[in-house]
């Protein structure tokens, strides 16, 4: 082991590895902070570069640009609340109150930093756990993964702000979109209301930018203001890195979930950061400033969204399982540099797998000190009039939502789905569950109809099945025992 770990490092310190992997972060620290831009598509687009270098060299490379995305795109996400990927959906909820407060310097300097800590913990989590998590994963079916679903939808009262029937509601509408189009399952086209655009369903990226980003734009160009209402930066960089350290326990605690969710094949990436916040909110103290610009609101999900990466790798490594799409291309780079994922990687080609992980740390430490780099000039966006911002906004909104399938019917789409994006806005309802619930809708219907045809009603008594659905009423029940408690005092 210590041979191999050796010999990994030695492999990712030589001179062109590291040149590699600086450029990957840089490249994947860009695509991440522009919304459409990242994730999936860049790395398809780099994939033929990578697939002919040395096998050290496509490591560093490829980790660089896979593994860096959710530190790069926090900066949207706070900054003028766009979602710069799925993994930054839930930190809009907290780091634009915060960025509108004055202190989106702060929030950023947090996000960074419990980024670059999440990542390296989910690559220790990686290097500890290969023989460890090898059968718990294996245990793992369909109706498991259906229970972690419903786990998912448990929270969605969690985080509506003191307004868990709406929040249900909201996210039972999210659901009902994700139903939208043509069934993987029966070949049956739904809601499609005569419209073939609408036969591949709704792409998760128009969801975000309508519920999300237009709608603030809309406020923000109806006060006729900035984004912040405090002109001063205020000391954010400091006091970031110190909130990140202060709330420690809720770090770890939300590292562990996102390095949970990256290793359960096919559940996700996707609801990672908004599985951490409902848990803070849970768990924390004084959790009713949550969604008004509470630093607690960006360290949770930012330190799972770079911590799932660790788990996800996990799974892609060891089983040759990918958790994601970026893990699917991430494993045919693998394959056609001559590594091989699986059992076999991790006996005869150990000295790779621990060049991997030490990638992982160092791309993590990179993109965070790019990142810290730019928290100054990036926070200043906040300061500019609204008649600068909004059209430069709502211009890269839709070039993302277009990017997304490249069919002028997503810009109908958006439109579309910006009037409800705003309307719930302007009612007062909860515009997270929305999301949340059209993330785990898809998962849901798969996961159901599977243990179904697989094990007809007998997988409701299965052990896992059972001791989720006790964690699940734990959810609903320990949030109203908590605020009793707090009326008692």
Request: proline content about 5%; charged content about 10%.
């Amino acid at each position: 082991m210590l041979d191999a770990a050796w010999q990994g490092l030695t492999g990712i310190l030589a001179l062109e590895p590291m040149l590699l992997l600086l450029f990957g972060v840089l490249l994947g620290t860009w695509g991440g902070a522009l919304p459409g831009v990242g994730g999936p598509s860049q790395l398809a687009v780099l994939l033929p570069f990578a697939m002919v270098m040395e096998p050290f060299n496509a490591i560093a490379f490829l980790i660089g640009v896979t593994t860096v995305g959710n530190t790069g795109n926090t900066f949207t996400s706070v900054l003028v609340a766009v979602p710069g990927g799925s993994g930054a959906q839930a930190t809009v909820l907290d780091g634009y109150p915060m960025a509108r407060n004055g202190e989106a310097a702060r929030a950023l300097s947090a996000a960074f930093m419990v980024s670059m800590l999440g990542g390296i913990f989910g690559a220790f989590v990686l290097f500890a756990s290969l023989p460890v998590l090898r059968e718990i994963v294996r245990s793992f079916g369909s109706p498991e993964l259906f229970m972690f679903t419903i786990w998912g939808l448990s929270m969605l009262g969690t985080i509506s702000s003191g307004a868990p029937l709406k929040g249900l509601t909201a996210g039972i509408l999210g659901v009902l979109l994700s139903t939208i189009g043509q069934d993987d399952k029966s070949g049956v086209i739904r809601f499609d209301v005569g419209l073939p655009y609408l036969w591949d369903g709704v792409s998760v990226v128009l969801i975000s930018l309508s519920i999300f980003a237009i709608p603030e734009m809309i406020a923000l160009a109806g006060r006729k203001g900035r984004v912040a209402e405090i002109q001063k930066l205020g000391s954010g960089l400091l006091q970031g890195i110190r909130d990140a350290f202060r709330h420690w326990w809720l770090m770890i605690r939300c590292s562990a979930i996102g390095v949970w969710v990256g290793v359960l094949p096919g559940l996700g990436s996707d609801v990672a950061d908004w599985f951490a916040y409902a848990h803070a909110r849970q768990t924390e103290r004084n959790s009713e400033s949550f969604g008004r610009g509470d630093v607690r609101g960006v360290i949770a999900p930012e330190s799972s969204n770079n911590a799932k990466e660790g788990g996800a790798l996990i799974t892609t490594l060891a089983f040759g399982i990918p958790g994601s799409t970026s893990m699917a291309l991430l494993l045919i780079a693998f394959v056609a540099v001559g590594l091989t994922p699986g059992p076999e990687m991790l006996t005869d080609q150990l000295g790779f797998v621990f060049s991997i992980i030490w990638a992982l740390v160092f791309s993590q430490i990179l993109a965070s000190a790019v990142c810290w780099i730019l928290v100054k000039p990036a926070a200043r966006i906040c300061f500019l009039p609204f008649y600068v911002l909004v059209p430069f906004i709502v211009a890269l909104a839709f070039l993302s939502a277009f990017a997304a399938n490249f069919d002028i019917g997503d810009l109908v789409a958006l439109l579309s789905l910006s009037l409800l994006g705003y309307l719930l806005k302007t009612f007062g309802w909860p515009r997270a569950p929305v999301v949340l619930g059209f993330v785990l809708g898809r998962k849901m219907e798969l996961y159901l109809w599977l243990s179904v045809a697989r094990y007809g009603m007998e997988w409701v008594f299965r052990p896992g099945v059972v001791i989720l659905f006790l964690l699940v009423l734990g959810t609903l029940v320990y949030p109203v025992i908590r605020a009793r408690r707090a009326e008692a005092s």
